[in-house]
């Protein structure tokens, strides 16, 4: 079992720091990457021991030149706030925005996108390059061989949104197991309310590959219930399991502690 981190968007938010989009996370990682480490230390103190850097929107059409120099920040953000042992992830988001996947751009246009990102992170030194948040099967397919393509182990985690409605079931595992037929190493999926994700995660499974989940949590009935909604997606072969959107360390904590 590989316990991941939770959510970073939702923790910097909690104290009342203000991530506009587009560019989200990546304000943070320009003005104040003190702030993503700590969160990165504490999640490693929690039990997390794969832990994604805040490279969700240092993407080069937001940031031109400095893209690169950007994301390696955020890469050194967590690695330097996180046991040597554990690995980082770097975060290979859409192109444009996750809840929107109509609005994906046309293969090619993805494709330079995606390339540029996969090998800046291989740059700066990440374990793995996590393709994350995506709703597009076209576009996600683009960055996992892309990705894929720079010789760093990929991983693919689709979203049907966090209630459901972007991408079905069938849908999903269509789209994993053509990403594992691409060279993903490890499947998931993310960014949807816990409650929701049982059907997704069980489609995963006897594609070949580790597969898991993280997941949008509002924190009603606290750190317990998620554990319990995160037992379940490992019963039925999960290894990989974490938090996404509004998830703590506390949640992880839990996790680690009942699953690990």
Known sequence: MEILDGGVGSELERPGITLALPRW???????????????????????????????????????????????????????????????????????????????????????????????????????????????????????VEACVATGTPTWLSLTAGPDGSLLSVEALRRTARDAASLGAAAVLVNCVTAERTDPYVEALAGLGVPFGAYANWSREGGPDAYVALAARWAAHGATLIGGCCGTTPDDIRGVASALR
């Open 25 to 143: 996370t990546a304000h943070v990682v320009e003005r104040a990457p003190e702030r993503l480490s700590a969160i990165h230390a504490a999640y490693a103190a929690a039990g997390a021991t794969v832990h994604t850097a805040a490279t969700f929107r240092t993407q080069p059409h937001l940031y031109g030149e400095r893209f690169a120099a950007l994301t390696a920040r955020a890469v050194l953000a967590a690695r330097s706030a996180v046991p040597s042992a554990h690995r980082v992830a770097g975060s290979v988001a859409p192109v444009m925005d996750c809840w929107h996947p109509e609005l994906a751009p046309a293969a090619h246009e993805a494709r330079v996108v995606h390339a540029s990102m996969a090998r800046a992170l291989t740059d700066a030194g990440v374990d793995v390059l996590l393709c994350e948040t995506f709703a597009s099967e076209t576009e996600a397919l683009v960055a």
